[in-house]
């Protein structure tokens, strides 16, 4: 029986060997723990794949913590004694152990936060819970820059941000002497656009074990595991990394915001899994982004935008989350509340971009950001789905998804949950938008340039009936002005007409 005084606990999004928790462990003193437990697989309806990953990187990580000669104690799910909670593994580790201490990382999500603070009381012995300076901007240091602002907009904080970590400068100004790329790096999909072929990382004994374990205990959840194709090392997770910066990032900026049917990946980085467990760290990302603009082998468009999503857009809902809750979940601007359809789940649904973007999902617990934003969000916008649904969804179903980083992106981006926190307008877009970003459109059953009658993409409808119903919380937003005044300007007729077509597939959205 392992003895040893300090309990070390490492959650499974935190595989970073600089973890803070893991900062000051004595391999002759400290037993780090590490555990799999039902209530953390089970809060939501984790699809297969998200399991699988995090399960064989944790065993991973503690198999290279117990090569560097530390003492670890792992609890597999199917283990008869496994408590199946994190306070319950703390108390058999101690009972065992004799230690009377624990020592974490403060983790990512309010709930646990909420039950990390009462394991003193529970368990009887001081718990030392500790900053994750794996971020780069702290939640006090959030905490004072939003400190007297009217509006909390990304860009001041990512510009804030790049010069607190000397990112992408010259002097003091900006490299190419803007802050921001982004009107570049919106083109649409070229005819035949493919993207470059992925690693995929054969499966050792540790991830076949984990599969059974998965296929076993969550047979109901969402997708297969016959394609698992996930790095489940740090060492794995670098080489996805090089070959992001060395093959695939120079197209990215152009690129980031096409969706090609049949193309899930296109030309992103797929790294948002593997920086949210902790197996890349986001200063390391960012870095060798940067190292590329400067040697020349990626344009600068591409780096700043890549840069920004981590740099700036991770950090600031981090900042988001964590200032706003515990109320931000229950916020509901737009008063949403339908049900979320079935088509989320089965992808059972004529709309091909619809679809597409959720066959991705049920296949590689992934899509990217424009599908998530102004496909699946941007219909659930539209359709008045309840927020809290939509964003368990994607808190479910999306192996990058903590909620941290899921539910200002859900709630504030992609459903204007938040009444405009994050968002200065809500990115509702019609059929239009899908059209001219995608090749979607061109094989559906419904026309993106029709608003009503059996052909007319649903979108459309929607778009208008959404602006319509809520006209008292949207129209004064000078943003939208433009878009108002053509509303007001359309036949009275023509409005009839949309919003007794946005009833019909209201009332139809199963079967769509």
């Known amino acids: 029986m392992v003895k040893a005084s300090r309990i070390h606990l490492v959650l499974g999004d935190q595989l970073s060997h600089s973890l803070s928790a893991l900062a000051d462990a004595d391999p002759q003193d400290s037993l780090v723990l590490m555990a799999e437990v039902m209530s953390e697989a089970t809060y939501v309806k984790h699809h297969k794949k998200k399991i699988a990953f995090l399960f064989s990187a944790m065993r991973h990580f503690a198999d290279e913590l117990r090569e560097k000669g530390f003492q670890v104690r792992y609890v597999t799910l199917d283990d008869p004694e496994n408590t199946q909670s994190l306070r319950g593994e703390l108390a058999r580790a101690m009972a065992e152990s004799g230690a009377f201490t624990i020592v974490a990382t403060e983790c990512g999500e309010w709930r646990l936060a909420e039950e990390m603070r009462g394991w003193e009381t529970h368990l009887g012995v001081p718990v030392e819970i500790r900053e994750d ?11 004072q820059w939003r400190k007297g602002r009217k509006q909390l907009r990304m860009e001041y904080f990512y510009r804030d941000m790049r010069r607190r970590h000397r990112v992408l400068l010259e002097g003091e100004e900006p490299v190419g002497g803007k802050w921001n790329f982004d009107a570049e790096n919106r083109k649409p999909p070229a005819n035949g656009l493919k993207g470059p072929r992925r690693i995929s990382h054969a499966k050792d004994a540790i991830t076949k074990s984990v599969l059974a374990l998965v296929e076993e205990r969550f047979a ?9 194709h996930y790095a489940v090392t740090s060492h794995q997770a670098e080489m996805e990394l090089q070959q992001f910066i060395d093959e695939i990032l120079p197209n990215f900026g152009d690129y980031q915001d096409a969706m090609v049917k049949g193309e899930p990946y296109l030309y992103h980085s797929l790294i948002s899994s593997y920086v949210n467990a902790g197996l890349l760290l986001p200063i390391d990302v960012i870095r060798g982004a940067e190292a590329a603009w400067f040697e020349g082998l990626a344009p600068l468009n591409a780096v700043e935008g890549f840069i920004r999503q981590i740099l700036g857009w991770r950090e600031y809902v ?23 359809p079935q088509m989320y789940w089965t992808a059972k649904t004529d709309m091909v971009c619809m679809k597409g973007a959720i066959s991705d999902t049920i296949e590689h ?4 950001h424009i599908q998530r934003l102004m496909v699946t ?11 809290a649904e939509v964003c368990e969804w994607y808190l479910a179903v999306y192996s990058d998804a903590y909620e941290w980083v899921e539910l200002p992106n859900t709630l504030g981006m992609a459903l204007y949950g938040d009444g405009g926190l994050m968002a200065s307008k809500p990115y509702a877009a019609s059929g239009k938008y899908i059209d001219r970003m995608s090749n979607f459109c061109g094989g559906c059953r419904y026309d993106p340039k029709l608003t009503t009658g059996p052909r007319a993409c649903p979108f459309n409808a929607l778009y208008w009936d959404f602006l319509d119903r809520n006209t008292e919380k949207l129209a004064r937003n000078p943003r939208l002005s433009n878009i108002y005044a053509t509303w007001r300007r359309m036949d009275p007729f023509k409005q009839d007409a949309i919003r007794k077509h946005a009833a019909q597939v209201l009332d139809t959205l199963n079967a769509l």
Not at 220 to 228: A, I, P, V
Not at 377 to 387: E, V, Y
């Open 318 to 340: 981090r900042g988001i989350y964590w200032t706003e809750m515990p109320g931000y979940a229950q916020r509901n601007h737009l008063s949403a509340a339908r049900p979320l």
């Open 365 to 368: 617990a992934y899509s990217h």
């Open 133 to 143: 300076d794996r971020f780069l901007c702290s939640i006090e240091e959030f905490r």
């Open 377 to 387: 969000g941007n219909f659930a916008m539209l359709a008045g789905i309840d927020p």
């Open 220 to 228: 109901d959840n969402m997708g297969s595991l016959d394609s698992f």
